[in-house]
């Protein structure tokens, strides 16, 4: 009923400003129009005729701004309404005005439920603070601020969305926020699986029983280190870190290291050697270097796996020691001795060999066993006997004895041959 009246008075307010119009606006008519001469008939017809075509364009543009209203309402909704992200707008007090359908669907909510009610009762509890915070900075600074938090969905699940709020006024001049909301679950999840992948490679890179060092190959910087780095160098990690790396290895061998550095850059692929690293104290410490080249967030590194030799470097010093005290004694002593491996090259003689056959230390130091054999078969009584005896010493794993006849000075001599069981001095 009282819609109906609102229409009455709308109608009769139309045609009183009409009639105001007409009176203002349109041509005198005759209170006797019969007086009128045909011209002046004439010029009131063809001012009606115009009024009218006037009208007709003014409704035919009313119809076309209609249609393009419609048009841009239909582009609004595409925009508005299908976007990829969620937007909503809130008023000063928090409470949700207007919100796109990505919002709803965001939420599982409809428009209806979402608005007029707080936003902040979409929030997960334990991330009301971060979203206060936010709306805090954001009034006070009127610039766009962003925030990650937890949204809770009707049926009760949370998902992680990023907010980004700025100021804004609505159609009669009052402030308002307005937010895009988006959806970074998977970005959130992917993080989560990257930290938790990180934190493991983290973990067996700091325990590695070698000591690892990163380093720039353009500018020979050190990158990362472990822990034994730190004790290997007897340097912590924030002085390894930013340190030009020649510096961890001998002052004075600092051009060697350069250049074996350079060297492996340009040929890539992976390498090992043996270097002196020099600890803080001045201690030198050998190490065995394995070297990899490899790309590490965009940028080209070497990742270097130093391992402390010093104990094994000991014991080849006391393996070298005994070897050469061996030697020293098989020399000294009065039998010959020669020394040959599986292929039958000559590894040592003792000098007593030498003199007890005649050889020429030239022959020995070839290590031609064939000539060697055949100069001694030289001075044999029954040199086919002695070639027989040896082939048959070559396969036999233990020890043997045979006796030989030889010529020395002239006079007939006897030659013991033991064989042993093979044994293998260190190169």
């Known amino acids: 009923m009282e819609d109906t009246n ?26 006797n129009p019969a007086a009128l001469s045909p011209e002046e008939l004439r010029k009131i017809l063809h001012e009606l005729r115009v009024h009218q075509i006037q009208l007709e364009m003014q409704n035919e543009e009313l119809r076309r701004t209609h249609a393009e209203l419609d048009a841009q309402r239909g582009r609004y909704f595409d925009l508005y309404d299908m976007a990829p992200a969620g937007y909503i707008t809130i008023s000063t007090q928090g409470v949700i005005l207007e919100a796109n359908l990505t919002v709803c669907d965001m939420l ?42 937890r949204l809770m969905k009707k049926d009760g699940h949370a998902f992680w969305a990023r907010l980004d709020a ?14 895009i909301i988006t959806d970074i679950t998977e970005r959130k999840r992917t993080e989560k699986v990257l930290a938790e992948q990180e934190a493991k490679y983290r973990s067996i890179f700091e325990n590695a029983s ?25 340097r912590s990690r924030e002085e390894l870190m930013g340190m030009n790396r020649i510096l961890i290895h001998p002052r004075d ?17 992976t390498s090992s050697s043996d270097a002196i ?44 020691q005994g070897v050469a005290n061996l030697l020293a004694t098989l020399d000294a002593t009065a039998d010959g001795i020669l020394a040959i491996d599986p292929e ?27 000539n060697l054999m055949d100069y001694v078969k030289n001075q044999l009584t ?46």
Not at 213 to 231: G, R
Not at 351 to 368: H, V, Y
Not at 399 to 422: G, H, Q, T, Y
């Open 253 to 269: 061998q600092a051009e060697f290291y350069k250049q074996h550095f350079r060297h492996h850059v340009m040929n890539s692929g």
């Open 344 to 370: 039958g090259k000559i590894v040592f003689s003792n000098r007593q060999f030498a003199e007890l056959w005649r050889i020429p230390k030239t022959m020995i130091d070839t290590g031609n066993i064939k």
């Open 210 to 234: 070698e000591s690892i060092f990163v380093v720039d190959t353009a500018t020979e910087i050190i990158l990362d280190v472990n822990k034994n780095a730190e004790i290997l160098t007897g």
């Open 277 to 320: 690293v020099e600890k803080k104290d001045g201690t030198r410490v050998p190490v065995r270097i394995s070297a990899s080249v490899m790309e590490l967030a965009g940028r080209k590194v070497i990742l270097g796996l130093f391992e402390d030799i010093s104990e094994r470097k000991k014991a080849e010093e006391l393996i070298n």
């Open 166 to 179: 700025s100021c804004a006024n609505d159609a009669d001049g009052a402030p308002t926020y307005r937010v």
């Open 108 to 149: 599982g909510e409809t428009r209806n439920m979402l608005t007029q009610r707080p936003f902040s009762k979409f929030i997960h509890s334990d991330d009301q603070n971060a979203y206060y915070l936010n709306q805090k900075a954001l009034t006070a600074s009127g610039t766009l601020q962003r925030c990650e938090l």
């Open 382 to 427: 029954d040199p086919d006997a002695f070639s027989k005896e040896v082939q048959r010493l070559y396969c036999c794993k233990q020890v043997k004895m045979s006796w030989f006849k030889f010529f020395r000075n002239v006079m007939m001599a006897d030659c013991l041959i033991l064989a042993v069981a093979p044994f293998f001095l260190r190169e």
């Open 6 to 31: 609102t229409k009455t008075e709308q109608a009769a307010e139309m045609r009183r400003r009409a009639e105001e119009i007409y009176l203002n606006e349109a041509p005198p008519i005759p209170e």
